[in-house]
T-cell receptor, first 114, second 113 residues
Framework: GAGVSQSPSNKVTEKGKDVELRCDPI?????LYWYRQSLGQGLEFLIY????????KSGLPSDRFSAERTGGSVSTLTIQRTQQEDSAVYLC????????????FGPGTRLLVL | GDSVTQMEGPVTLSEEAFLTINCTYTATGYPSLFWYVQYPGEGLQLLLKATKADDKGSNKGFEATYRKETTSFHLEKGSVQVSDSAVYFCALNAGGSNYKLTFGKGTLLTVNP
């Protein structure tokens, strides 16, 4: 089907508020990834899902970050009590079955925390 | 841990010039290697990839060869166009527990007419 989609495309929030970012992977892709792109840190891995399970959450920067995936499809990344250093572009990618296969990226959600 | 080092830009070229962007990597095992491109205001797009030593990836006139002996995956194009202006990222996937991509810091390419 269509490519990876993400919403919203832009989000402005106040420090301390919670935000939810959504990712719709390519239909049929079982593996889903979240990355963060910021000026200072470049592109960083956050979390990987295989189906609905997240075998590795080591990239999440703090316990304010969480993610879930339901029905083996849509994923939500939640940031609680946002801080200014959370400002970044959050990218979602999917691949057909994980492993070393090509990951296809969505357009990203640009988050600005004031 | 795994890492990717690519030449820092910005790189500015005239149209039809030859392009090389260097990329070297450190990884355990035998990673897959990728070049992604990010055009202004857009997301990351796969440009090309190679999955084993001596493989050559190619797309849109760009090429890169997986060199295990020098742990390199340099990107080349014989004649760049203005439309090639973008940020280019070298990346590897070494497998492991999370199959994450490890990226270089990106190289901004500007091609002038």
């Amino acid at each position: 089907g269509a490519g990876v989609s993400q919403s919203p495309s832009n989000k402005v929030t106040e420090k301390g508020k919670d935000v939810e970012l959504r990712c719709d992977p390519i239909s049929g892709h079982t593996a889903l990834y979240w990355y963060r792109q910021s000026l200072g840190q470049g592109l960083e891995f956050l979390i990987y899902f295989q189906g609905n399970s997240a075998p590795d959450k080591s990239g999440l920067p703090s316990d304010r970050f969480s993610a879930e995936r339901t029905g083996g499809s849509v994923s939500t990344l939640t940031i609680q009590r946002t801080q200014q250093e959370d400002s970044a572009v959050y990218l979602c990618a999917s691949s057909s079955s994980g492993g070393r296969e090509t990951q296809y990226f969505g357009p990203g959600t640009r988050l600005l925390v004031l | 841990g795994d890492s990717v080092t690519q030449m820092e830009g910005p790189v500015t070229l005239s149209e039809e010039a030859f392009l090389t962007i260097n990329c070297t990597y450190t990884a355990t095992g035998y990673p897959s290697l990728f070049w992604y491109v990010q055009y202004p205001g857009e997301g990351l797009q796969l440009l090309l990839k190679a999955t084993k030593a001596d493989d050559k990836g190619s797309n849109k006139g760009f090429e890169a060869t997986y060199r295990k002996e020098t742990t390199s995956f340099h990107l080349e194009k014989g004649s760049v166009q203005v439309s090639d202006s973008a940020v280019y990222f070298c990346a590897l996937n070494a497998g492991g527990s999370n199959y994450k991509l490890t990226f270089g810091k990106g190289t901004l390419l500007t091609v002038n007419p």
